[in-house]
């Protein structure tokens, strides 16, 4: 039925594609952790960035703008009143 | 992220030339031990003319890539794929044979797999989008 050439093909290809999906996996796990990092550091700059602004708007006597989450319902009838 | 292009590129141009080299020792009768080894499956398999079919065929991959400055990974990755398989059976091999042989090429070829994984990773595309510019 199956003679060794046959087999032997057979086990090229099967490890042939272990290997690919070992590499693939593991290529699109560091793909992800360098995006996971990089994300972190994006959230880590605009922090700081927000704490300087805050500070510097305190040092003026200025409170921060609201950001559109903080904005209540009077905000918005308040800026119709303008 | 691990080699910088010139690097990159470089180490790249030497994978190829690996499996340029392994096809044409292929073409040869020249990619495998001709010590005996007790298991015949095992030797039928690292004997096998698809190795020879497969180097070059990712070589011609990877020189394709190197010319044209895409499919880097793709072709990183089938480097992996040819190497990493013929470095196991042959050292399998070169392991089981009935006098001691040298076991230098499998092992090269086993650093040249994982070489050739480093850069796959290396030539995955940047995600500068999300770059904080610092």
Same mark, same amino acid.
């Given at each position: 039925? /199956?003679?060794?050439?046959?087999?032997?093909?057979?086990?090229?290809?099967?490890?042939?594609?272990?290997?690919?999906?070992?590499?693939?996996?593991?290529?699109?796990?560091?793909?992800?952790?360098?995006?996971?990092?990089?994300?972190?550091?994006?959230?880590?700059?605009?922090?700081?960035?927000?704490?300087?602004?805050? /500070?510097?708007?305190?040092?003026?006597?200025?409170?921060?703008?609201?950001?559109?989450?903080?904005?209540?319902?009077?905000?918005?009838?308040?800026?119709?009143?303008? | 992220?691990?080699?910088?292009?010139?690097?990159? !590129?470089?180490?790249?141009v030497i994978i190829a030339v690996a499996c340029t080299l392994m096809g044409i020792l292929g073409l040869f009768d020249r990619l495998n031990y001709v010590a005996s080894t007790n298991f015949d499956?095992?030797?039928?398999?690292?004997?096998?003319?698809?190795?020879?079919?497969?180097?070059?065929?990712?070589? !011609?991959?990877?020189?394709?890539?190197?010319?044209?400055?895409?499919?880097?990974?793709?072709?990183?990755?089938?480097?992996? !794929?040819?190497?990493?398989?013929?470095?196991?059976?042959?050292?399998?091999?070169?392991?089981?044979?009935?006098?001691? !042989?040298?076991?230098?090429?499998?092992?090269?070829?086993?650093?040249?797999?994982?070489?050739?994984?480093?850069?796959?990773?290396?030539?995955?595309?940047?995600?500068?989008?999300?770059?904080?510019?610092?």
């Amino acid at each position: 039925m /199956l003679d060794g050439q046959l087999i032997s093909a057979l086990l090229i290809g099967i490890s042939g594609l272990i290997a690919y999906l070992v590499s693939q996996t593991s290529t699109k796990g560091k793909a992800l952790r360098r995006e996971v990092r990089s994300l972190r550091r994006r959230d880590i700059a605009n922090a700081r960035w927000r704490h300087r602004v805050e /500070l510097d708007y305190a040092s003026h006597g200025l409170t921060m703008p609201k950001t559109p989450k903080e904005l209540s319902d009077e905000d918005d009838n308040e800026d119709e009143q303008w | 992220m691990g080699l910088k292009p010139p690097g990159r !590129v470089i180490a790249t141009v030497i994978i190829a030339v690996a499996c340029t080299l392994m096809g044409i020792l292929g073409l040869f009768d020249r990619l495998n031990y001709v010590a005996s080894t007790n298991f015949d499956l095992l030797a039928a398999t690292a004997n096998n003319e698809i190795w020879t079919l497969g180097f070059i065929a990712v070589s !011609v991959f990877v020189w394709c890539s190197v010319i044209l400055h895409q499919w880097q990974q793709k072709a990183m990755q089938a480097a992996v !794929v040819i190497l990493a398989p013929w470095s196991l059976y042959n050292l399998l091999w070169g392991l089981t044979t009935d006098h001691p !042989v040298s076991l230098a090429a499998p092992i090269l070829a086993a650093v040249l797999a994982v070489i050739a994984h480093s850069l796959a990773v290396a030539w995955a595309p940047e995600d500068t989008h999300y770059d904080t510019g610092r």
